[in-house]
């Protein structure tokens, strides 16, 4: 199974960027779907970004469309979430997942269709 560490959370102020970083280890991603999810106080967990495993299709929730970009590297193993014109309303901790059972060309969104987890970087997002 694939361990996933994200990194590059942290605190910025409406209208910055944040650049996650997800690495993982154990296995290689390069046949893996890969995901990024949030999940605010209080609320569900909610799909953010996902990306197919050659990074040929991407797919985005409504409200990152236009300010979030997922990518991947496959040679270093490790996914990317850029995020930009960040709001309050973005904040949240941030999930990377990795789905081992979907093929190739299709980037699925609910959650229970990753198999593997992060424990998750802070994004705070301050008015």
């Known amino acids: 199974q694939v361990q996933l560490v994200e990194s590059g959370g942290g605190l910025v102020q409406a209208g910055g960027s944040l650049r996650l970083s997800c690495a993982a280890s154990?296995?290689?991603?390069?046949?893996?779907?890969m995901g990024w999810f949030r999940q605010a106080p209080g609320k569900e967990r909610e799909f953010v970004a996902g990306?197919?495993?050659?990074?040929?299709?991407?797919n985005y929730a409504d409200s990152a469309k236009g300010r979030f970009t997922i990518s991947r590297d496959n040679a270093k193993n490790t996914v990317y979430l850029q995020m930009n014109s960040l709001k309050p309303e973005d904040t949240a901790v941030y999930y990377c997942?990795?789905?081992w059972g979907t093929g190739p060309f299709l980037v699925p969104i609910r959650v229970n269709d990753f198999d593997s987890w992060g424990q998750g970087t802070q994004v705070t997002v301050s008015s």
């Open positions: 990306i197919s495993w050659r990074g040929g299709r991407t």
């Open positions: 154990g296995r290689s991603i390069s046949n893996y779907v």
């Open positions: 997942a990795a789905d």
